[in-house]
């Protein structure tokens, strides 16, 4: 299939799973909707108490394993995207989406789900990539986090998106990500601070020969929430930057970090490959080409990078 076959199926697959995600209409006075807001007893299918976006209302550890398909071949994709903290349904159903075409397109295996016992070592060493799509909180046992981070370091490939950038560290946990700090300090190697409103801004690739900026015009320009981080990933050794945001294109607030604001970088977690992108807030922007084009990128990067030695950091 050709890509641009592809971004037309991509948007028609994106807007039926917003359509789907949208709360149903509520009666004059209330109704669900008035229950509160986050995944729990309520709204639609029991996820957000009657609201598209907003906290968890009873996050919990999942500790029975979901079942992989019987016919599911190892060394796919695994789409992970359970949240304890902030929710944000529609970018949720639409990511998942997309990615899901995207893997279908390659013929990638590929399973998607939101029970956090998954991370178990028998089930992730079924899996080449473990995206972290829009993730957040706290969700995992001790044994949880032992077994990825295991899974990571022995050679497994991460891709990290949007939300899945962590927490303020002043939510309290389990709502925060913050207390793991292998995840926070060695994982992504930053911390999510605040974020901008949605407006429009300048992204600026700046390594345009990576395979996971191929297709990426040198300044892009889209709307997104631009996330801030309490340091800059570039002042670690082995952190590759891809792409910041030009501060001066867009109003930050105090989400600001200067004239140095990563929001795409990858490096290497023991024999592992861990790469992350700040973007993609709204559902529709996985409609968008262009971040469709990044979102495959990152993935046959990630599946191709799984299990090769990592470069000497400079």
């Known amino acids: 299939m050709k890509l641009q076959g592809f971004r037309i199926l991509a ?13 149903p209409a509520q009666p004059p006075g209330g109704g669900p909707a008035a229950e509160g807001r986050g995944r729990g007893p309520g709204g639609r299918g029991g996820q957000l108490g009657g609201q598209a976006a907003g906290f968890v209302l009873t996050p919990a550890i999942d500790t029975k ?8 071949k190892p060394g796919g994709v695994l789409i992970f995207s359970k949240t304890s903290g902030f929710r944000e349904e529609a970018a949720i159903q639409a990511s998942n989406v997309a990615l899901a075409v995207l893997a279908q397109k390659h013929g990638w295996p590929c399973f998607i789900t939101e029970n956090g016992a998954v991370m178990n070592a028998e089930q992730l060493g079924k899996f080449k990539l473990v995206i972290w799509n829009n993730t957040s ?4 046992s001790d044994e949880q986090k032992a077994a990825f981070q295991a899974w990571m370091v ?3 490939s991460f891709l990290g998106t949007h939300g899945a950038g962590g927490d303020p560290a002043t939510f309290p946990a389990p709502r925060t990500v913050s207390t793991w ?34 297709g990426l015009p040198a300044v892009w320009h889209r709307s997104d929430e631009w996330y801030a981080f309490t340091e800059n990933p570039r002042s670690k050794p082995g952190f590759h930057v ?7 294109s867009y109003t930050p607030g105090r989400a600001t970090m200067g004239t140095d604001h990563p929001l795409v ?6 024999k592992g490959h861990a790469l992350y992108s700040a973007l993609g807030h709204g559902g529709m922007m996985y409609a968008e080409p262009l971040l469709i ?11 191709a990078e799984h299990g090769k030695a990592c470069p000497v950091s400079k």
Not at 242 to 248: F, H, S
């Open 265 to 270: 970088w990858w490096h290497c977690v023991g």
């Open 65 to 72: 394993a979901p079942e992989l398909p019987a016919d599911l």
């Open 242 to 248: 891809l792409a910041t945001v030009d501060e001066k």
């Open 11 to 23: 948007v028609a697959a994106v807007a039926t799973a917003l359509l789907q995600a949208q709360p």
């Open 293 to 303: 084009q990044l979102l495959d990128n990152a993935m046959a990067w990630g599946l």
């Open 137 to 140: 909180g706290d969700s995992f």
């Open 181 to 214: 700090k292998w995840f926070i300090e060695t994982l992504l190697g930053a911390q999510f601070t605040s974020h901008s409103p949605i407006q429009p801004g300048d992204i600026h690739v700046e390594d345009t020969r990576s395979p996971i900026t191929k």
């Open 154 to 156: 022995n050679g497994g």
